[in-house]
C-alpha cells in the first residue's frame, strides 16, 4: 500500500508513519507534505500513485479543504484531527474516517481495518463529492469554540467563576476533582476527569495519567523522571509529583512538541 501523508507537525507525520510501519511493514510512505500548496502539486502530478491518503485538518498554510478546489481526489482519505466530536460527525456522515488526535496505534488499527473492509483493493472511489467543503469548515469553526472557557466553582455560599488560562491542572482524589490555579488555590469542580477531558481545548489540555490534567500553557519545567516516564512541573510545589504515565509518554512528547 502507497501512502501519502499530508501534516504540518513533523512530530505528528513521524508518529503516523512508525504507526503505519508497526500495521504494516511494507506499507510504503511516499511523501510526507506540510502546506496546501505543495499537496496540490503533489497531487496534480503523482495521484495515481496514491493508494491512500492521510490528510490533517489545519495545514501551513490554510485548511486543507482549498486542495479539493484545485484538485479532484479520486483516492480514499483517513482525516486526522483535534477538533471534537461534533466535528467528527460530519466526516462520519460523509463515510469518511479519521484519526483523533493525538494518534494511537489502536485507533489507527481500526481506522486501517475499517478502510480495507469498506474499500477491498482501494479501489479509485471516494465520496468525497458528496461533501459541502464549505459546511464541514462551518462545523470545524463552531466545534472548536464549543471548548469550555470557565468552570463554575462553590467557595461557600458564593460562586466563583475560574477562566481555564488561570488553572494550571486538573487533579482526582477518590471521587472529587479539584482545579489548581497559577496562585495555588485548589476549588472542588463537579466534573468527572473524563467529562473534562472532553470539554477542554486538546491543543491545551492533555490526560498526564489516570489523577491529572494539565494547561500547556502553565507548565514550567518537563523533567525526564526515568527511563520511561516524564515529570512535569508548574509555578509551585505540589504535594504530588505529576508523572506522564509510560503508555502516554509518547503522546505527550507530541502534543508538547506542537500537537
Known sequence: MRVLILEDEKPAAEKLELLLKKYDPQIDILAQISTVVKSIEYLQKNQDQVDLIFLDIQLTDGLSFDIFKSVKVEKPIIFTTAFNEYAIDAFKLNSIDYLLKPLSYDSLVHAMDKIKSMHKNLPVEQPQSNISLDQIAKLLSG??????????????????????EDICFFYAEGRIVFILTKENRKFIVDN?????????????????????IINFDNITDVIVYSTSRLRVKFPFEFEKEIIVSREKVADFKVWYGGE
Not at 143 to 164: C, D, M, P
Not at 194 to 199: A, G, H
Open 192 to 212: 468527572t476527569l473524563e467529562e473534562l477531558i472532553n470539554q477542554l481545548n486538546p491543543q491545551k489540555f492533555f490526560r498526564a495519567n489516570r489523577s491529572f
Open 143 to 164: 466545534a472548536a469554540q464549543n471548548y469550555k472557557t470557565r468552570y463554575l466553582v462553590k467557595i461557600g455560599e458564593h460562586i466563583k467563576s475560574i477562566s481555564t
